[in-house]
């Protein structure tokens, strides 16, 4: 079935470094992802999205690859600050219109 | 622009009570609302989709008649949870599209956190 899962559900990383929170996602019939933040106690909020006719976008420090090849999907933090710490989701857009969310990476960073 | 605001931000009752939760598109027309449930440390799960207008559409496992979903205007949409329990604690998240948008151009809600005793 369809599925969204990360590789990592914790990450601790110092202030200044990049982030890599992965995804992988199962439905190669989706054709657009976004990835979320939320903080403790709110809603997501929208980061960055990327079509499957795309391998990469970049936003203002942030950057999602996707392969199609492997089914797999990133979101890259540059010089990450502690008020980035947050949970990261990765969504799925699918076929059924929904939005199938992965199961969430913890981001801590370290002062 | 595109704010989705969500009454009352946590709210808690006693077993066996019904709670209403309001979710609002402030600064746009929201034809289609989403409502989620998200348990602690747990992914955002899809409940229903709610079209402005017409009759919710519930996901596999989600209970209609205790789960009820008003979207009155386009404005607005509201989930009762009927006959509440402690398993029905959790956080309720709120997405609304634009009329007109893409379905998964989706602007979500601040939550609002249940907790039934």
């Known amino acids: 079935g369809e599925s969204v899962g990360l590789h990592l559900p914790t990450l601790s990383v110092q202030e200044g470094d990049n982030s890599i929170i992965n995804c992988a996602y199962s439905?190669?019939?989706?054709?657009?992802f976004i990835w979320y933040k939320q903080e403790s106690g709110k809603g997501p909020q929208f980061i960055i999205d990327?079509?499957?006719?795309?391998d990469k976008r970049q936003g203002q420090r942030v950057t999602v690859l996707l392969n199609k090849t492997v089914k797999h999907l990133s979101l890259q933090i540059a010089a990450t600050q502690p008020g980035d710490s947050a949970v990261y989701f990765c969504?799925?857009?699918?076929?059924?219109?929904?939005?199938?969310f992965g199961k969430g990476t913890l981001l801590t960073v370290n002062p | 622009g595109a704010v989705v605001s969500q009454h009352p931000s946590w709210v808690i009752c006693k077993s066996g009570t019904s709670v209403k939760i309001e979710c609002r598109s402030l600064?746009?027309?929201?034809?289609?609302m989403f409502w989620y449930r998200q348990f602690p440390k747990q992914s955002l799960m899809l409940m229903a989709t709610?079209?402005?207008?017409?009759?919710?559409?519930?996901e596999q496992g989600v209970e209609k008649d205790k789960f009820l979903i008003n979207h009155a205007s386009l404005t607005l949409s509201t989930l009762t949870v009927t006959s509440a329990h402690p398993e029905d604690s959790s956080f309720y998240i709120c997405?609304?599209?634009?009329?007109?948008?893409?379905?998964?151009?989706?602007?979500f809600g601040p939550g609002t956190r249940l907790t039934v005793t």
């Open positions: 997405s609304a599209t634009r009329s007109g948008g893409a379905s998964y151009e989706q602007y």
């Open positions: 439905n190669s019939a989706s054709d657009y």
């Open positions: 990327i079509r499957s006719n795309m």
């Open positions: 969504a799925e857009w699918g076929s059924n219109y929904k939005l199938t």
């Open positions: 600064d746009f027309q929201a034809t289609t």
């Open positions: 709610s079209n402005e207008g017409s009759k919710a559409t519930y």
